[in-house]
């Protein structure tokens, strides 16, 4: 399974990818800007399943970058959850808006990650 993490903080790419390899997740394809996870999907045949994406990024926003897969054919299905550390409505509905598939605020320890991980895990990647 391969999943995109966009997100340009190291700390936060480190606890992402260490929650997600806690959960069995292994080919982490993790990009600190929008426009190389964008180059990633177009040059790669297959498709992940599954996008995480920082709400602020350098460049293109996380909800630009949402919009854009939601509206790729060969994007569709695929989950791409907004990830920030805000909670302010205003940021929250602008993700949903893009096409966001969940918005979660990001903890700040591993043991959180998990937990915030195994949420996402369970609403978005298990088949019903």
């Known amino acids: ?42 040059t790669q045949p297959g498709r992940p399943d599954f996008c995480l ?14 919009r854009l897969v939601k509206a790729c054919e060969k994007m569709a299905g695929v989950p791409c959850i907004s990830l920030s550390t805000s909670n302010l409505k205003d940021e929250i509905r602008i993700a949903l808006a893009a096409g966001a598939d969940g918005y979660f605020v990001k903890p700040s320890d591993i043991d959180e990650y998990e937990r915030v991980i195994a949420r996402i895990i369970e609403a978005h990647l298990t088949p019903n």
């Open 53 to 66: 994406v920082d709400s602020r990024l350098p460049g293109m926003s996380g909800a630009d970058f949402i």
């Open 1 to 42: 399974m391969t999943s995109l993490i966009i997100e340009d903080s190291q700390i936060d790419a480190t606890l992402i990818t260490d929650a997600l390899t806690a959960q069995g997740f292994g080919d982490l394809q993790v990009f600190e800007r929008a426009e190389d996870a964008i180059k990633f999907i177009r």
